[in-house]
């Protein structure tokens, strides 16, 4: 029990702190009472950030007595599907998805050099030439069968079978996406059939981030699945006050990105009434108005659809329809976007996707695993494309347009959806994965997924330093 500034000094000495002279001089104005939670918060504080001298500014910034730094938090929706929606129907629709898809990533391989050589693959097939050639199109087949790759390509002109006999090429062969774009290096083979001798991806150059100009920070949250039995109510709203709280990170966010089942919804999975404590949407959305209207308003919260979430459950999704709570339209600090959605927050450009597409790759693509979401969302920036694979679990809408290619190159790379927190950092692309605010269901743990609930991603958006802050566990 801390009785007085020498106990709390005799605290904080035990725990291998200094404290300077001017802060004990703050602490002898503090009431009694507040010293204790003051000082161990402090040093809890300080024990993080493996500092152990006790300042003035430290105590000045938890008591709320500095002045407030002016921070940078403008911010622009650059993105957002929500207004572009236009679904064509049926087997047309699917024709003007993929052409899209071929037309856009086409035009962003044709910055390399050997996309100049590119041939129609119609031109290719008859060839008897034994030169290399380039052709390029959406990978339609793909087989391992030994150490022997079989790929298939498809262009706006036609289809060819191509083979992977290279060992070094072998791995990126058996890593292809179905249906994502590639470009081939092909020669034909004496007997037939064309052999491949190197295969190159859109991929991402290497890229210089934009940065803030001020240590503003956005605080990245995904899967609430608020109106289940497991979301973590308690935690999370102890994440939330903290964000009121004196704390140096707290003062400095101004941004909130919530990337998706921000509900757990209704009828997403069978039986699924047995695990909520809201039943029916809007019910759950005032419960998430009410949650999120906690947050400071000097904070501005951009908020986008999961698989959970009401409106549409093809990709991409519209935001989440102002008609189940016209509140979360309402607020002023918050912005309604859809999925995939790209804002610039002080000029740092973060791509926002729930990351549904995320299931399919772990499934069909050796090396890759649950427990590693940066890395499958790094092969998506590889494949300039959130959602490649066509026709498994993850719906696709026939647009006009194909939405999910990844257009111009992200700063931040934000997704969620296995409810596993991951960090990367890929060709200067940072790569996170905001984990969950649901504890493990049932169904999780009979699929062997073990969730990282609790914890909350923090980015400092001048340094790009990365802060993940856990309210879950009790230390
Ligand atoms: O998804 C949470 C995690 O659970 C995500 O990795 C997908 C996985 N999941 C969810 N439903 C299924 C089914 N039916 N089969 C396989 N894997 C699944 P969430 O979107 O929060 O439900
Ligand atoms: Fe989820
Ligand atoms: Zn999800």
Redesign the pocket.
């Known amino acids: 029990m801390i009785r007085d500034v020498s106990s709390a000094l005799d605290f904080a000495l035990n725990k291998g702190f200094q404290i300077h002279p001017n802060a004990l001089r703050i602490l002898e104005q503090i009431d009694v009472k507040e010293l204790e939670k003051i000082i161990k918060q402090v040093v809890r504080e300080k024990e993080r950030q493996k500092l152990f001298l006790i300042s003035q500014q430290d105590l000045e910034v938890f008591l709320g007595i500095a002045e407030d730094e002016i921070l940078d938090d403008f911010h622009e929706i650059l993105f957002d599907p929500t207004t572009k929606i236009a679904t064509a129907e049926g087997v047309d629709g699917f024709t003007a998805l993929f052409s899209s898809r071929y037309a856009k990533l086409k035009k962003i391989i044709s910055n390399r050099p050997e996309s100049k050589m590119l041939k129609s693959i119609s031109s290719v097939i008859s060839t008897k030439s034994k030169e290399e050639i380039y052709v390029c199109g959406l990978v339609t087949d793909r087989k391992t069968d030994r150490n022997i790759t079989k790929i298939t390509i498809d262009d706006i002109t036609g289809s060819i079978e191509t083979i992977v006999i290279d060992e070094d090429l072998q791995s990126v062969a058996s890593s292809l996406l179905m249906d994502q774009f590639i470009m081939e290096k092909i020669v034909a083979a004496k007997n037939g059939g064309f052999i491949v001798k190197d295969i190159i991806l859109p991929d991402i150059p290497d890229h210089l981030p934009n940065r803030s100009k001020t240590e503003t920070y956005a605080l990245f949250l995904s899967?609430l699945?608020i109106g289940s039995k497991y979301f973590m109510e308690k935690e999370f709203l102890e994440m939330i006050s903290w964000l009121s709280s004196p704390d140096p990170i707290a003062r400095r966010v101004r941004f909130v990105v919530l990337g998706?089942?921000v509900v757990?919804g209704i009828g997403?999975?069978p039986n699924q009434d047995k695990e909520l404590v809201a039943l029916d949407t809007s019910a759950q959305l005032q419960m998430v108005f009410d949650i999120l209207d906690k947050i400071p308003k000097h904070i501005k919260v951009f908020i986008a659809p999961?698989?959970?979430d009401p409106g549409r459950r093809a990709l991409p999704q519209p935001a989440i329809p102002a008609k189940y709570n016209p509140n979360l339209w309402g607020r002023k600090n918050f912005f309604m976007i859809g999925n995939p959605a790209m804002v610039s927050l002080n000029g740092v450009k973060v791509l926002i996707f729930?990351?549904?597409s995320?299931?399919d790759i772990?499934k069909t693509t050796p090396g890759l695993s649950?427990d590693k979401?940066a890395k499958v969302m790094q092969y998506l920036l590889r494949a300039r494309h959130m959602s490649p694979i066509y026709g498994s679990?993850t719906p696709i809408a026939p647009e006009l347009e194909d939405l999910m290619v990844i257009d111009e190159v992200p700063d931040i790379f934000h997704g969620?959806?296995?409810?596993?927190i991951d960090l990367d950092l890929y060709r200067g692309v940072l790569i996170l994965n905001s984990g969950?605010w649901?504890a493990q269901?049932p169904?999780?743990t009979s699929?062997g997924?073990t969730?990282t609930p609790g914890m909350a991603v923090l980015v400092n958006l001048k340094t790009f330093k990365v802060y993940t802050k856990d309210f879950a566990s009790k230390n």
Not at 416 to 420: A, C, K, L, P, R
């Open positions: 899967d699945h998706g089942d757990d997403i999975y999961g698989n959970h729930h990351g549904q995320i299931d772990v649950y979401p679990q969620g959806h296995v409810h596993v969950a649901q269901t169904f999780q699929v997924i969730p």
